[in-house]
């Protein structure tokens, strides 16, 4: 069994930093591409960032050179640096990754549970 477990995030001002963290417990082998996402009040889940196991990033737009992320492959733990926050950043924001687990044979996406972000003005 593995989880995603999400820590972090909270209530931020604009201009100001919040940092997530996730990391994926149980029989977890190896974790490929971790992910962040958001959904904002009445919108759709977007794709914020990514990281690959070789550490390649990739940002939505409007998060480049905000936002960081990065990735610890021997605990594994996914984080996203957030500066300069913006009210448009609030969101849940959710992590994913795709694990290879005990006892299988292929990589399977798993999600954690969402954590809220809220930025002032």
């Known amino acids: 069994q593995v989880q995603l477990v999400e820590s972090g995030g909270g209530l931020g001002q604009a201009g100001g930093s919040l940092d997530l963290s996730c990391a994926a417990s149980?029989?977890?082998?190896?974790?490929?591409?971790w992910s962040w996402y958001r959904q904002g009040p009445g919108q759709q889940r977007e794709l914020v960032a990514q990281?690959?196991?070789?550490?390649?990033?990739n940002y939505q737009d409007s998060v480049k050179g905000r936002f960081t992320i990065s990735r610890d492959n021997v605990l594994h733990i996914v984080y996203l640096q957030m500066n300069s926050l913006k009210p448009e950043d609030t969101a849940v924001y959710y992590c994913?990754?795709?694990?290879?687990?005990?006892?299988?044979?292929?990589?399977?996406?798993?999600w954690g549970q969402g954590t809220q972000v809220t930025v002032s003005p």
């Open positions: 990281i690959t196991r070789d550490e390649v990033q």
């Open positions: 149980g029989s977890v082998v190896s974790v490929n591409l």
């Open positions: 994913s990754a795709d694990v290879l687990a005990v006892g299988r044979e292929t990589y399977r996406t798993y």
